[in-house]
């Protein structure tokens, strides 16, 4: 079966650019997780979604970054006017439960920022 | 705050040893702790999941410890393998999010 799947898996933007990072949950799952992972670190919460609705986006870093999940299922992270600090994995998972317990980590979008 | 801490930080051993890895946390109002492994350009793998009333967990060669009331874990590896080598995490669930250490990466030599 399918699992998670991400988009693009490396992007490389020029300072002050905009960029949308998808993420395709396994079929089903209610819940959705957005980590940033920067070199030489663990992965760190930026939000959290239960089917379309965002319940926890303490994580963001800053109001450049914004994530939605309109229906329910695919995942977009937004980062506007990027700046070289945004450099990072971008590691989306989810999880068939309302809560963060069995998440499923997809392969992540590598993101550099020149 | 929520601080997950990971001991060494990076690991080098020869094939066959047997090793432990370890894991602390500040905040011991956990729901469970996991260990994930993680390979260059991957996704993480689960490993193992203790939930915050069990003691450890076990899967194949590998054995998992926690004691919620020293706020640790220990990961033990039996009979390290080359194919063992990746960075080895330790999240620890609080609510709707897990709070990730920063790893251990472990070498094992043929």
């Known amino acids: 079966g399918a699992g998670v799947s991400q988009s693009p898996r490396y992007k490389v933007a020029k300072r002050g650019q905009d960029v949308a990072l998808r993420c395709d949950p396994i079929?089903?799952?209610?819940?959705l997780f957005w980590y940033q992972q920067a070199l030489g670190q663990g992965p760190e919460f930026l939000t959290y979604?239960?089917?379309?609705?965002?319940?926890?986006k303490s994580g963001l870093p800053s109001d450049r970054f914004f994530a939605e999940r309109p229906e329910g299922s695919v995942s977009t992270l937004k980062i506007q006017r990027t700046q070289q600090e945004d450099s990072a994995v971008y590691l989306c998972?989810?999880?068939?439960?309302?809560?963060?317990?069995?998440?499923?980590f997809g392969p992540g979008t590598r993101l550099t920022v020149t | 705050k929520q601080e997950v801490t990971q001991i060494p930080a990076a690991l080098s051993v020869p094939e066959g040893e047997n090793l432990v890895l370890n894991c602390s946390f500040t905040?011991?109002?956990?729901?469970?702790l996991q260990w994930f492994r993680q390979d260059p350009g991957k996704g993480l793998t689960s490993l193992l999941l203790?939930?915050?009333?069990?003691r450890e967990q076990t899967s194949g060669r590998l054995n998992a410890s926690l004691d919620k009331s020293s706020g640790r874990s220990t990961l033990y590896i039996a009979a390290s393998q080359p194919g063992d080598s990746a960075t080895y995490l330790c999240?620890?669930?609080?609510?709707?999010?897990?709070?990730f250490g920063a790893g251990t990466i472990l070498r094992v030599k043929s």
């Open positions: 999240a620890v669930e609080y609510g709707n999010k897990l709070v």
């Open positions: 979604f239960q089917n379309e609705a965002q319940l926890d």
């Open positions: 079929s089903g799952h209610v819940s």
């Open positions: 203790i939930q915050s009333s069990q």
């Open positions: 998972a989810s999880s068939p439960r309302e809560y963060s317990y069995e998440q499923y």
């Open positions: 905040d011991s109002a956990i729901y469970n």
